[in-house]
């Protein structure tokens, strides 16, 4: 089918594209450090908070780019190889993500109750679940997320790039096995990191859907942020190997999140209201009453119901509209986030002085992580030019 397609020539980014970009996110990341940086002295437990939230958005969001890089390779995916190194140099950011985490591990007294908790008046401290929430399996269980995602992550896209080179098949065997690997290694990190950094800020919530949540989340806002970068990249006049049916086939993947989110997000909250258990409803009266009801309405109907409709259309996949809809889908995986983590600090209500001071850690780390991707940029390809199944990406249909 593919023997008589002209491989296109490869493209190498230059740097003097970028050139706006990269004073976006070095301003980004010095305003918002600074900021962070005033935030902490004034208040620490608001700081220890909405660095977390920052961290948990990129983390969750770089975790579903890393799943989308094992999918490809574990399913000998074709249509996706013209964008699959964009994927690669948005997953291998995890190698630095623990970097970010050290503010959180200076905090960890500040944010979890458990770490002081007395087992004697803590009846869930005092139980099974001490077995799981104590400091050497704490510490051991983050190193061993930031290990391990960011080997296997480093591991895929060190051997794309080198496949650009020698052409060798060894590589693409090699990057299918990592990637079956990766991805119940994803599953693993993903849950428990979930676990231990936001569901543990209250270590008396149980949720037995709350991976799978997370997990649809980071998916669906990881594909939002693909696209936008390869429109970046297309409009700088680059990758003009992705065509409209690369488009339409992203844009199915975004609304395939939007539906399985709202489908486990129902499913979690029907389950744990239904069962109406005091120690798993606490979660959502807190986020159903006073302002913080308002916003998750808002997280309903604008990450499910705003979307859905759009979504089912061809013509707004494959038109520069997907453009705005990957951008809403980024900012309702930081409501999401924000929703999750804030209103333990706040449980009364909406702080306006939460959610400014959220802006800060956010940006800062957007920025750090912005000015690593356009160094991955340069160092390589723009997309993978000896890769086996490259002629039929580059005609592929719907």
Same mark, same amino acid.
């Given at each position: 089918?593919?023997?008589?397609?002209?491989?296109?020539?490869?493209?190498?980014?230059?740097?003097?594209?970028?050139?706006?970009?990269?004073?976006?996110?070095?301003?980004?990341?010095?305003?918002?450090?600074?900021?962070?940086?005033?935030?902490?002295?004034?208040?620490?437990?608001?700081?220890?908070?909405?660095?977390?939230?920052?961290?948990?958005?990129?983390?969750?969001?770089?975790?579903?780019?890393?799943?989308?890089?094992?999918?490809?390779?574990?399913?000998?995916?074709?249509?996706?190889?013209?964008?699959?190194?964009?994927?690669?140099?948005?997953?291998?950011?995890?190698?630095?993500?623990?970097?970010?985490?050290?503010?959180?591990?200076?905090?960890?007294?500040?944010?979890?109750?458990?770490?002081?908790?007395?087992?004697?008046?803590?009846?869930?401290?005092?139980?099974?679940?001490?077995?799981?929430?104590?400091?050497?399996? $704490?510490?051991?269980? +983050?190193? @061993?997320?930031? =290990? /391990?995602?960011?080997?296997?992550?480093?591991? &895929? #896209? *060190?051997?794309?790039?080198?496949?650009?080179?020698?052409?060798?098949?060894?590589?693409?065997?090699?990057?299918?096995?990592?990637?079956?690997?990766?991805?119940?290694?994803?599953?693993?990190?993903?849950?428990?990191?979930?676990?231990?950094?936001?569901?543990?800020?209250?270590?008396?919530?149980?949720?037995?859907?709350?991976?799978?949540?997370? $997990?649809?989340?980071? +998916?669906? @806002?990881?594909? =939002? /942020?693909?696209?936008?970068?390869?429109?970046? &990249? #297309? *409009?700088?006049?680059?990758?003009?190997?992705?065509?409209?049916?690369?488009?339409?086939?992203?844009?199915?993947?975004?609304?395939?999140?939007?539906?399985?989110?709202?489908?486990?997000?129902?499913?979690?909250?029907?389950?744990?209201?239904?069962?109406?258990?005091?120690?798993?409803?606490?979660?959502?009266?807190?986020?159903?009453?006073?302002?913080?009801?308002?916003?998750?309405h808002l997280l309903v109907f604008g990450r499910f119901f705003f979307m859905f409709v759009p979504l089912l259309f061809q013509g707004l996949k494959k038109s520069k509209l997907i453009n705005f809809t990957a951008v809403w889908i980024l900012a309702m995986q930081f409501l999401d986030i924000f929703l999750i983590i804030i209103p333990e600090l706040k449980p009364h209500g909406f702080s306006f002085s939460a959610a400014l001071a959220a802006i800060f850690p956010w940006l800062g780390i957007g920025g750090c992580l912005g000015l690593l991707f356009l160094r991955?940029?340069?160092?390589?390809?723009?997309?993978?030019?000896?890769?086996?199944?490259?002629?039929?990406?580059?005609?592929?249909?719907?």
């Amino acid at each position: 089918m593919s023997q008589h397609i002209a491989v296109p020539n490869s493209e190498k980014f230059d740097a003097t594209k970028g050139t706006l970009l990269r004073s976006v996110f070095s301003v980004a990341a010095a305003v918002g450090l600074l900021g962070a940086g005033v935030v902490y002295f004034a208040n620490k437990e608001l700081f220890a908070h909405v660095w977390l939230f920052a961290f948990m958005y990129f983390f969750t969001v770089l975790c579903g780019c890393f799943f989308w890089n094992c999918l490809h390779h574990a399913t000998d995916s074709e249509w996706s190889v013209v964008i699959r190194r964009q994927v690669e140099n948005l997953a291998s950011l995890l190698k630095y993500i623990a970097i970010f985490f050290v503010p959180i591990a200076l905090c960890v007294t500040i944010l979890y109750a458990w770490m002081s908790a007395d087992p004697t008046k803590d009846a869930a401290m005092a139980g099974s679940k001490s077995l799981y929430l104590n400091k050497p399996f $704490f510490w051991f269980r +983050a190193v @061993a997320f930031f =290990a /391990l995602l960011g080997a296997i992550s480093h591991i &895929l #896209r *060190k051997r794309s790039v080198a496949q650009d080179h020698d052409g060798a098949a060894k590589h693409t065997f090699s990057m299918r096995l990592w990637a079956i690997l990766g991805i119940p290694t994803l599953a693993i990190c993903l849950t428990f990191s979930g676990i231990d950094w936001m569901k543990a800020l209250n270590h008396h919530w149980f949720s037995t859907m709350w991976g799978v949540y997370l $997990f649809a989340g980071a +998916a669906g @806002a990881s594909m =939002a /942020l693909i696209v936008l970068v390869v429109s970046w &990249l #297309r *409009k700088l006049g680059y990758l003009s190997v992705v065509n409209d049916e690369h488009y339409h086939l992203m844009g199915k993947f975004l609304l395939a999140f939007t539906v399985f989110w709202a489908y486990i997000g129902f499913s979690q909250y029907m389950l744990i209201t239904y069962a109406n258990l005091d120690e798993e409803t606490f979660y959502f009266r807190v986020r159903n009453t006073g302002t913080w009801n308002y916003f998750s309405h808002l997280l309903v109907f604008g990450r499910f119901f705003f979307m859905f409709v759009p979504l089912l259309f061809q013509g707004l996949k494959k038109s520069k509209l997907i453009n705005f809809t990957a951008v809403w889908i980024l900012a309702m995986q930081f409501l999401d986030i924000f929703l999750i983590i804030i209103p333990e600090l706040k449980p009364h209500g909406f702080s306006f002085s939460a959610a400014l001071a959220a802006i800060f850690p956010w940006l800062g780390i957007g920025g750090c992580l912005g000015l690593l991707f356009l160094r991955h940029l340069g160092q390589g390809y723009l997309f993978p030019t000896k890769d086996p199944r490259l002629a039929g990406s580059l005609k592929a249909s719907n």
